[in-house]
T-cell receptor, first 113, second 115 residues
């Protein structure tokens, strides 16, 4: 079983709609979580950190559910420019994985006119 | 903008050649990583380092080697390139949990083609 799992999609979203997707992680002791965005043939870039209380950045909302061990990303009022692959990142906390970034395989979002 | 740089951006090289992909960061980050990514596929960690003189193999087996003699520099070397090494190689760095911030910054990548 992978340590970080994501639904690969693609999520086809009409422009202006809302889309949400989750990422599950296996290590209950994980403390740091992030969402990254990767455009085609580009490097990943940080979208937002995920805080315990949940956080919002404009049209993007991230939530953490420790009990069920997943994080979520919600995009409101989708724009064409939101089309990308969204990568979930969990930072390792075990002796073997301390501070090591663990990436999910990514969720592809395609926003259509 | 992140201060992490990779060179070259693109490299086309013949089979059997030795190559070194460069990665440098000026943020003083302890942790550095090399990922391999084929088009449309997920990132695979091939090497990482927690600091000077510390290197570990990642989750994906790789014929490449790395070194970490200076904090800011984390080069990756292929002793004998093969067509199967054709891929994009991404370098990243992070401060690590001991400094309270763990987000990673990526270089722009090196797109390697072995012919």
């Amino acid at each position: 079983r992978k340590e970080v799992e994501q639904d690969p999609g693609p999520f086809n979203v009409p422009e202006g709609a809302t889309v949400a997707f989750n990422c599950t992680y296996s290590n209950s002791a994980s403390q740091s979580f992030f969402w990254y965005r990767q455009d085609c043939r580009k490097e990943p870039k940080l979208l937002m950190s995920v805080y315990s209380s949940g956080n919002e950045d404009g049209r993007f909302t991230a939530q953490l559910n420790r009990a069920s061990q997943y994080i979520s990303l919600l995009i409101r009022d989708s724009k064409l420019s939101d089309s990308a692959t969204y990568l979930c990142v969990v930072v390792g906390t075990t002796t073997d994985s301390w501070g090591k970034l663990q990436f999910g395989a990514g969720t592809q979002v395609v926003v259509t006119p | 903008e992140a201060d992490i740089y990779q060179t070259p951006r693109y490299l086309v090289i013949g089979t059997g050649k030795k190559i070194t992909l460069e990665c440098s960061q000026t943020m003083g980050h302890d942790k550095m990583y090399w990922y391999q990514q084929d088009p449309g596929m997920e990132l695979h960690l091939i090497h990482y380092s927690y600091g000077v003189n510390s290197t570990e193999k990642g989750d994906l087996s790789s014929e490449s080697t790395v070194s970490r003699i200076r904090t800011e520099h984390f080069p990756l070397t292929l002793e004998s390139a093969r067509p199967s090494h054709t891929s994009q190689y991404l370098c990243a760095s992070s401060a690590g949990p001991n400094r309270g911030d763990t987000e990673a910054f990526f270089g722009q990548g090196t797109r390697l083609t072995v012919v």
